[in-house]
């Protein structure tokens, strides 16, 4: 079965740069949400789209942005980027029908792992 | 303060050993529970509760959820080194879409 699909895998990148990080859903899934994992914690949710609206907003500073496209993937842009910013960043989609969440089971891609140096 | 509070933080055992991991929740419109395994990449989806006392079996591993008491727990028989991993607990936050709280999850470590 399909998974969700992440790219790139590994990015390496100095401070100050810019960085986009790609979402593939799981076909069919209408809902993506974007978490973030620094060293040795949890899952820190960033943002979430469903149905190409952005639905929810968590602890994503300003320099970021996201947005979900016409053919459902998402793209995380990340500007000024800081030495803080070096973190493992997963995708998860899920099946949410008639905007009120049917299934909360989300299922996560391999993760983009960012380091700013 | 963490709606979401898993103990232990970390656990070793041997092979053959029976784990139970615990999870405690607090959220005002429980809509589920949801328990992920992850080993060095990104979390895999093990179960997802939303009924008190009905358990949820997968091999070796099963969970049940206690919604009066606010706690599930995760079970793990016969363990083996394989199942060593950090387990995620889950609750989707209140009045949101469904983005996930973590808890701090349990490092399980199972020795040959």
């Known amino acids: 079965a399909a998974g969700v699909i992440q790219s790139p895998r590994h990015l390496i990148k100095e401070k100050r740069e810019t960085a986009t990080l790609k979402c593939y859903p799981i076909?069919?899934?209408?809902?993506v949400y974007w978490y973030q994992q620094g060293p040795g914690q949890d899952p820190q949710f960033l943002i979430s789209f469903y149905e190409k609206m952005q639905s929810d907003k968590g602890s994503i500073p300003d320099r970021f942005s996201a947005q979900q496209f016409s053919d459902y993937h998402s793209e995380l842009n990340m500007s000024s980027l800081e030495l803080g910013d070096s973190a493992l960043y997963f995708c998860?989609?899920?099946?949410?029908?008639?905007?009120?969440?049917?299934?909360?089971?989300?299922?996560f891609g391999p993760g983009t792992r960012l380091t700013v140096l | 303060e963490d709606k979401v509070v898993q103990s232990p933080l970390s656990l070793v055992v041997h092979e053959g050993d029976t784990v139970t991991l615990n999870c405690s929740y607090e959220?005002?419109?429980?809509?589920?529970l949801l328990w992920y395994k992850q080993e060095k990449k990104a979390p895999t989806f093990l179960f997802m509760l939303?009924?008190?006392?009905i358990e949820k079996k997968s091999g070796r591993l099963s969970s049940i959820l206690d919604k009066k008491e606010l706690f599930s727990i995760l079970n793990i028989t016969a363990t083996q080194t394989g199942d060593s991993a950090i387990y995620l607990c889950?609750?989707?936050?209140?009045?949101?879409?469904?983005?996930?709280?973590f808890g701090k999850g349990t490092k399980l470590s199972v020795k040959p």
């Open positions: 076909p069919r899934h209408d809902t």
């Open positions: 939303t009924s008190s006392g």
């Open positions: 959220v005002t419109n429980f809509r589920s």
């Open positions: 889950a609750v989707p936050d209140e009045g949101s879409q469904g983005n996930l709280i």
């Open positions: 998860a989609s899920s099946l949410t029908t008639s905007g009120v969440g049917s299934t909360d089971t989300q299922y």
